[in-house]
């Protein structure tokens, strides 16, 4: 039987100095970039605000990879994109281009096969044609029509082989572009929330108060006359930590919580005596429905409260939350 070979004990320091050394050389990469900024950078971001299709951004193996991110960087910001597989395209997935969209190739020698084969049809289309290359004199960059330069002097990999420094200088020029494009559109956090509905951020801008409060029969409420004893029990039954204190046309008077009973219970109460106009706070805080779940949790932070009672502009009782609520849908 084969015995099994055995571990190698590995350098730590070693690890760490190669590790620094990987990360110098890719934060030099970037940093090298915003020289090269210039007027095909302003006609690449120009050609993006003006689309009026689809951001088409293609590239084969590593590229290909970095220009899926840059693809749905683009789509999450605002403008419109999706990737297309270069050799797929030479195989019918060109018809996925219109003359109403923009090209973004990516290839670090500029002279990938499967990208050059398409080069004709995106020219008959007339379709823009923005390249990404790290070869100025390139057949692709002869071609474009705005050329983003993402030379590296070397990569991370030892041997200068391994796609490491020029990827990530890649995807660091994608981020500009499509940053730059975002804030041309004045594309803000509630488009970008539009874009991410099942994210934190969209959940944070998107719910109202509406979306999350209690109503009807779940709404605690009592009049001003009930006793202590019916308001406490009120409390219990509705399981929101407090009730609301209203006039017969339910109108907010006050409120009632349970921290207001532990504080009480320092002097002796008569429960069955006390109405709830003697212990209610008056003119407490409230909220509207279609102000953004967000704000509440803002108001119940800076007042240091964990329920607010919904009422509308007469203030009228509609709804009350609590800050389980507030978790449950995700808003804090």
């Known amino acids: 039987m084969r015995s099994l070979p055995t571990s190698t004990q590995l350098d730590s320091e070693q690890l760490l100095s190669r590790g620094r050394r990987v990360l110098a050389t ?24 003006d689309c009026r299709g689809r951001v088409v951004v293609t590239g084969m193996g590593k590229s ?15 403008t419109p ?24 190739a990516i290839s670090n020698s500029g002279e990938t096969a499967e990208l050059l084969t398409i080069l004709p049809v995106i020219k008959r289309l007339g379709v823009p044609l923005i390249a990404m290359t790290g070869k100025r004199q390139s057949t692709l960059a002869k071609a474009a029509s705005a050329l983003l330069d993402v030379s590296v002097p070397a990569e991370a990999c030892p041997h200068n082989l391994a796609p490491t420094a020029s990827t990530t200088a890649t995807l660091a020029m994608g981020d500009a572009l499509a940053v730059a494009v975002l804030e041309a559109r004045g594309f803000s956090e509630q488009d970008f929330a539009r874009s991410h509905p099942g994210g934190s951020l969209g959940r944070r801008l998107l719910l109202h108060v509406e979306d999350v409060m209690r109503t009807g029969e779940q709404l605690p409420m009592v009049s001003p006359e009930t006793s202590l004893k019916e308001g406490l029990l009120e409390i219990s039954r ?24 532990r504080r009480a219970l320092d ?25 953004l ?27 009350a939350l609590n800050v389980h609520d507030l978790f449950r849908a995700g808003v804090m």
């Open 26 to 49: 890719e934060v030099a990469a970037v940093q090298a970039l915003e020289a090269r900024l210039d007027g095909d950078f302003v006609a690449a971001c120009q050609l993006l605000h």
């Open 64 to 78: 290909g990879h970095i220009g899926n991110k840059i693809a749905a960087t683009l789509a999450s910001t605002g």
């Open 81 to 104: 994109a999706f990737f297309l597989h270069p050799a797929e395209a030479s195989h019918g997935d060109i018809g996925m281009i219109t003359h109403e969209d923009v090209v973004i």
């Open 238 to 261: 509705k399981g929101l930590g407090m009730t609301a204190v209203v006039d017969a046309e339910r109108r907010v008077l006050g409120i009632y919580t349970d921290g207001d009973l």
């Open 267 to 291: 002097h002796p109460i008569d429960i069955n005596a006390v109405r709830m106009r003697d212990v209610m706070t008056a003119n407490p805080k409230t909220i509207q429905p279609r102000v």
């Open 293 to 319: 779940a967000a704000e509440a949790v803002h108001l119940m932070e800076k007042h240091r409260i964990t329920q607010l009672l919904v009422t509308d502009a007469g203030n009228v009782l509609i709804g």
